[in-house]
């Protein structure tokens, strides 16, 4: 007979919270949607977190961690090499844009959480911030004329990508971002 084991109580409510999150929004959902579906109950959600903004913020780093992770694979999978490299990152881009949950949470978070001093936005805009560098840097190693307008138009591509995916689907032009994209860096590469 085999038993499951539960995840301990912590990570149950970080699983289910980013899940919700991404399904229904930071604003959307309230924390004993998220004790429910993390079966476990508020006092126990409390206890680890102190708030729910406490529990978004922890959700986010998640978030941030998976990001670098994926920053790191793209070198690793390239090592020393710019250009592939940054054509890696616009493969990897468009596979995001072009699935059911095409939603970004440092993204969707800087969109719901509009107060200026909420500590989360403020980690969310200094992680854009860092990344939009990093991929600055990478366009620039990879010969980039003007890095920082190639960054500009792949954050707008990106993003254009993932809002014409949730609205049109799989028949909309967020299929052809990498070939659009694609294009762009040939231009810039030139």
């Known amino acids: 007979?085999?038993?499951?084991?539960?995840?301990?109580?912590?990570?149950?409510?970080?699983?289910?919270?980013?899940?919700?999150?991404?399904?229904?929004?930071?604003?959307?959902?309230?924390?004993?949607?998220?004790?429910?579906?993390?079966?476990?109950?508020?006092?126990t959600l409390y206890r680890h977190f102190g708030s729910k903004d406490d529990l978004v913020f922890v959700c986010l780093k998640e978030a941030a961690a998976e990001a670098d992770a994926f920053w790191e694979g793209i070198k690793a999978a390239?090592?020393?090499?710019?250009k592939a490299q940054l054509r890696d990152w616009v493969r990897c881009a468009g596979e995001f844009v072009t699935?059911?949950?095409?939603?970004?949470?440092?993204?969707?978070?800087?969109?719901?959480?509009?107060e200026i001093d909420h500590p989360a936005r403020q980690f969310v805009?200094?992680?854009?911030?860092?990344?939009?560098?990093?991929?600055?840097?990478?366009?620039?190693?990879?010969?980039?004329?003007?890095?920082?307008?190639?960054?500009?138009?792949?954050?707008?591509?990106?993003?254009?990508?993932?809002?014409?995916?949730?609205?049109a689907g799989p028949g909309g032009a967020a299929t052809r971002f990498v070939k659009v994209a694609e294009m762009i860096l040939d231009d810039f590469l030139a």
């Open 1 to 43: 007979m085999t038993v499951a084991v539960k995840c301990p109580p912590r990570e149950r409510i970080i699983d289910a919270a980013r899940d919700l999150f991404r399904k229904h929004g930071i604003k959307g959902i309230g924390v004993d949607a998220i004790a429910e579906a993390a079966e476990s109950n508020k006092m």
């Open 78 to 82: 390239n090592p020393g090499d710019a």
């Open 99 to 114: 699935v059911e949950h095409c939603n970004c949470e440092l993204l969707d978070a800087a969109a719901q959480l509009v």
């Open 125 to 167: 805009e200094e992680l854009r911030n860092l990344y939009r560098l990093r991929l600055i840097e990478l366009c620039e190693a990879a010969g980039a004329a003007d890095a920082e307008l190639l960054v500009d138009a792949l954050t707008l591509l990106v993003e254009g990508a993932r809002t014409n995916w949730r609205s």
